[in-house]
């Protein structure tokens, strides 16, 4: 693959979050018929700073990103990048009652196009909440322009 | 960037779990009987009318689209367009029996290159059905020529 080709004009790209990377904690693949596509991916470790990675190519231009992820008492917030582009930041996934299958949309994000390392990283927490848990299942990047 | 934007289509797989509402209430349900573990659904709002778009780029050429779909006895009819020209003509979901992971099939659909807006519409309904409830799951764009 040359340059030109991972930067030509981007299309969508649909990314079930299974099988990353481990950079910080322990990430669990579970089974559970409670989630959209019968799964998610939670820290056991649910420890501040816990990291995962994805190799993802995606083409230059602008997308509307859509993350399904679940909310609890126990939850952290969590960076979205794209290599060093920070593209969803401290998304607080805490709510005092468990919701599942619960869609983040960031839109208007604009990426030059290439091979990244997509992360998703435990950054802080709602005071309100006990622990660092994340729990996510899909990532959508749709693009717009 | 004309070219660039029409590059040789190949397939593409869209899971429907999140869309830009037009008219109603469009939400994830957790069905385990369905192909991904869930359906993307109007049940909320259940009206004629009611839509949600998906951002789609794809590169020209001529696809088989396979649409996998529930029937029930409270179904209403599917428009699917891209931009403003109409793929699949009011498709009923009707069945006197919940039907699951149904699969439609619409041959030979030409696309232009570039950025499309891809609307997903309940546009009537059988006469035999008591409402305009829709479930979705995913469509697939295979390209054929």
């Not at chain 1, 991972?6 to 099988?19: A, E, M």
């Not at chain 1, 669990?28 to 989630?35: E, G, K, L, Q």
């Not at chain 2, 499309?116 to 697939?140: P, W």
């Amino acid at each position: 693959m040359t340059l030109h080709d991972v930067q030509k004009d981007g299309t969508n790209v649909d990314l079930i979050l299974t099988d990353g990377d481990v950079v910080a904690g322990t990430w669990v693949d579970n089974i559970d018929n409670a989630h959209i596509t019968n799964r998610h991916l939670f820290n056991t470790s649910q420890a501040n700073n816990d990291e995962i990675t994805f190799d993802i190519s995606l083409g230059r231009g602008t997308y509307d990103v859509h993350l399904a992820y679940k909310t609890n008492s126990s939850h952290g917030k969590v960076d979205v990048s794209l290599d060093s582009q920070v593209i969803i930041n401290q998304l607080d996934t805490y709510s005092a009652a468990q919701a599942l299958n619960v869609t983040h949309e960031e839109s208007n994000v604009v990426l030059k196009g290439g091979d990244y390392k997509l992360s998703l990283k435990l950054n802080g927490k709602n005071a309100a909440s006990s622990s660092y848990f994340l729990s996510v299942n899909y990532i959508s990047f749709r693009r717009v322009a | 960037m004309t070219y660039e934007l029409q590059p040789v289509g190949k397939n593409y797989d869209m899971v429907i779990f999140d869309g830009d509402v037009v008219q109603g209430t469009w939400a994830i349900v957790i069905a385990n009987t369905k192909v991904l573990n869930f359906v993307y659904s109007n049940i909320a709002s259940h009206a004629d009318g009611d839509e949600f778009t998906i951002p789609l780029v794809i590169g020209k050429g001529t696809y088989d689209l396979h649409l996998v779909y529930t029937k029930d006895d409270n179904q209403g009819k599917l428009d699917v367009l891209i931009d403003s020209t109409v793929v699949i003509n009011q498709l009923d979901t009707y069945d006197a029996a919940t039907q699951s992971n149904q699969i439609h099939e619409e041959t030979n659909v030409a696309i232009g290159g570039g950025l499309h807006t891809l609307h997903f519409r309940v546009n009537g309904k059988n006469a035999a059905s008591s409402n305009h409830v829709m479930r979705l799951q995913m469509i697939s764009f295979r390209k054929v020529a």
